[in-house]
């Protein structure tokens, strides 16, 4: 049953999309909102599991071309791995230093890392984008945002 790839991947898929799903039926509702913040979720999970599904059932042949285009080179990896980290510490960090501070650090350093070489429009770029994102949710949107060390 589990021959070719898609098979595998629309397996895996689907149990990620049943266990989303049942997280997000446990999402409190709250009565007279017409969009309640359970939504989103419960579309996406069972959006997934449709596809995940015609995964599934999609033919498969698995070529020789088609193997060598899954394979990734080493420094992709490592440019993964290396974006990867730098993720894990955004999210480590981000409740006690902040929204702004670790966007700006992160957008900063994960450019650098992958080679953006001019540093003032670099430098520019991380700055503007948080800020103005942090001004949109918090200001327009009414929604709180961690703002760590920095007082507003």
Known sequence: MLQG???KIGLI???????????SYQLPTYPYIPIDADAVPKTLGWVLLVLS????????????EQKAKRRIPKTDVKALLGVG???LIYIILFETLGFIIMTVLFVYFCSW???YKNHIVNA???IVFP??????FVFMLQIKL???ILPF
Not at 13 to 23: K, N, R
Not at 131 to 136: F, T
């Open 113 to 115: 890392f992958l080679g």
């Open 146 to 148: 961690p703002q760590g």
């Open 5 to 7: 790839v898609n098979r």
């Open 131 to 136: 800020v103005a994102l942090y001004s949109i």
């Open 85 to 87: 980290a730098l993720l």
């Open 53 to 64: 599904i015609a995964l599934i059932f999609s033919k498969d042949s698995d070529s020789e």
């Open 124 to 126: 520019i770029v991380s």
């Open 13 to 23: 898929l689907a149990l990620l999309s049943i266990g989303y799903l049942y997280m």
